[in-house]
């Protein structure tokens, strides 16, 4: 069975960095797009960061110029770079793998920016 298998949350500062992982593991033959989601208490989750297979990005708006994603496509592996955080990127931050015919959603880890 297919599983995404997240690392990298924890507590940080305002100012500091975090490096999220994803690693995507079973049957995967077709990778459209890898991205991450956050939600934060209160709200719905919402796109943060996307990578298609032609390594095009986008970038939510509230983290451009902050956020880098990138991935390795021998170890089927999602990378968010989270530089300068700020309390308000504080939510629980989950993968995504999606292709033609399916989408797969990985556990969720805890970002927690301190002031």
């Known amino acids: 069975q297919v599983q995404l298998v997240e690392s990298g949350g924890g507590l940080v500062q305002a100012g500091g960095s975090l490096r999220l992982s994803c690693a995507a593991s079973?049957?995967?033959?077709?990778?459209?797009?890898m991205g991450w989601y956050r939600q934060a208490p209160g709200k719905q989750r919402e796109l943060v960061a996307v990578?298609?297979?032609?390594?095009?990005?986008n970038y939510a708006d509230s983290v451009k110029g902050r956020f880098t994603i990138s991935r390795d496509n021998a170890k089927n592996t999602v990378y968010l770079q989270m530089n300068r955080l700020k309390p308000e990127d504080t939510a629980v931050y989950y993968c995504?793998?999606?292709?033609?015919?399916?989408?797969?959603w990985g556990q969720g880890t805890q970002v927690t920016v301190s002031s």
């Open positions: 995504n793998v999606r292709g033609p015919e399916y989408v797969y």
């Open positions: 079973g049957s995967i033959f077709i990778i459209a797009a």
């Open positions: 990578i298609t297979s032609g390594s095009n990005t």
